[in-house]
């Protein structure tokens, strides 16, 4: 798994911010602290409380310099809907090919129902560096992060 030290894995993906465009991780580290939310899938209960209240706690996010992106497996097409619907001011990362599930190892399957292959819920904080400062991954799908302790975690790489 990704950790706190480690490079975070560079990656080329689909971005839905209202468009559709190529979103590759180092060649946004200025925009740092990254903020990456990986959620299992859009409208779903647990994946809207917590994207919005990645929203809702934006200002937060904003005044120490950092920015927020979340990423699940859904389509860049699906994803701006669910910004839509939800009022998102952020961008969502597009895992289709299920590569950064993978990469960050946060790929989980719910044998139960059937579904294979989809983000746990994780966040990850990266540096102007590339570096991981931040981690926290939950094998429980209904479980959301401390947000505090990610704006904490956010706020003193700024420091």
Known sequence: MVDVGDDAPDFTAPL????????????????????????????????????????????????IGATVYGASIDTPFTLNEFREQNDLNFALISDTNRELIHEYDVAMDFDSLGVHNVAKRAVFVVDTDGTVSYAWVSDDPGAEPDYDEVAAAAETMRA
Do not use: K, Q, W, Y
């Open 16 to 63: 839905a911010d209202g468009d559709v465009e190529s979103f590759t991780l180092s060649e946004h580290l200025d925009e740092a602290p990254i903020v990456l939310a990986f959620f299992p899938a859009a409208f779903t209960s647990t994946c809207t409380t917590e994207m919005c209240t990645f929203r809702d706690r934006m200002a937060n996010f904003e005044d």
